[in-house]
């Protein structure tokens, strides 16, 4: 199946601080890509669909300010949380989708805000 | 956007052995998809089926879907210490899209 990396896997950072998280689609071509985070023995919650070179759309309660969505090409997209606090601790996964209905999951990667 | 809900939460059996996880819904739906999770990893897609079809097979997977009863139901035949994971059921956000909503899972255990 089609391979989607995700950079960094794990990242610790400081209340205050943005953490930027990659998300790239290695052999294939997203034309949309999915963010979703997961708290620990929970459901995964879309956050966000982006397509290239258009606005994200977000979830109805995820802040578009705080998390800023960039699908600047086929790709590559990427979520940054600005102003992270540690309730912004969590599992963040994101998929892409080609052209038919399959979703590609990336490996996740794992914020922890302290 | 409706949610699957996957029972049982838990389940945990010994190798060998089979192991049946369900999954409710409530609107109607066009197809429905089924995830695997390794512990602190991402999703692996496992099977989709669609309203039409009432059973779908893949090597050890069975997958049944009963749209009057709005169920579906993943069977693991002869599980593996490797089947060991969180397994989600996915039905479309909204109308005919693909785009998944994810249940809470059923954590399975299999011993060795």
């Known amino acids: 199946g089609a391979v989607v990396s995700q950079h960094p896997s794990w990242v610790i950072c400081k209340s205050g601080t943005s953490v930027k998280i990659e998300c790239r689609s290695l052999?294939?071509?997203?034309?949309?890509m999915f963010w979703y985070r997961q708290f620990p023995k929970q459901s995964l919650m879309l956050m966000a669909t982006?397509?290239?070179?258009?606005?994200?759309?977000?979830e109805q309660g995820v802040e578009k300010d705080k998390f800023l969505i960039n699908h600047a090409s086929l790709t590559l997209s990427t979520l940054t949380v600005t102003s992270a606090h540690p309730e912004d601790s969590s599992f963040y996964i994101c998929?892409?989708?080609?052209?038919?209905?399959?979703?590609?999951f990336g490996p996740g990667t794992r914020l922890t805000v302290t | 956007s409706q949610q699957g809900e996957e029972d049982p939460q838990a389940l945990s059996i010994q190798e060998g052995e089979n192991a049946t996880m369900n999954c409710s819904y409530k609107?109607?739906?066009?197809?429905l998809q089924w995830y695997r999770q390794n512990s602190g990893r991402g999703l692996v897609h496992l099977i989709l089926?669609?309203?039409?079809?009432r059973e779908k097979h893949s090597g050890r997977l069975r997958v049944t879907l009963d749209t009057s009863k709005k169920s579906s139901s993943l069977l693991i035949t002869a599980s593996r210490a490797a089947d060991t994971a969180s397994y989600f059921c996915?039905?479309?956000?909204?109308?005919?899209?693909?785009?998944?909503?994810f249940g809470r899972g059923t954590s399975l255990i299999v011993h060795p």
């Open positions: 998929s892409g989708k080609g052209q038919g209905y399959e979703q590609y």
């Open positions: 052999d294939f071509q997203a034309t949309t």
């Open positions: 982006s397509n290239e070179g258009s606005k994200a759309t977000y």
């Open positions: 609107t109607s739906i066009n197809n």
């Open positions: 089926i669609r309203s039409n079809e």
């Open positions: 996915a039905t479309p956000q909204s109308g005919g899209s693909y785009i998944p909503t």
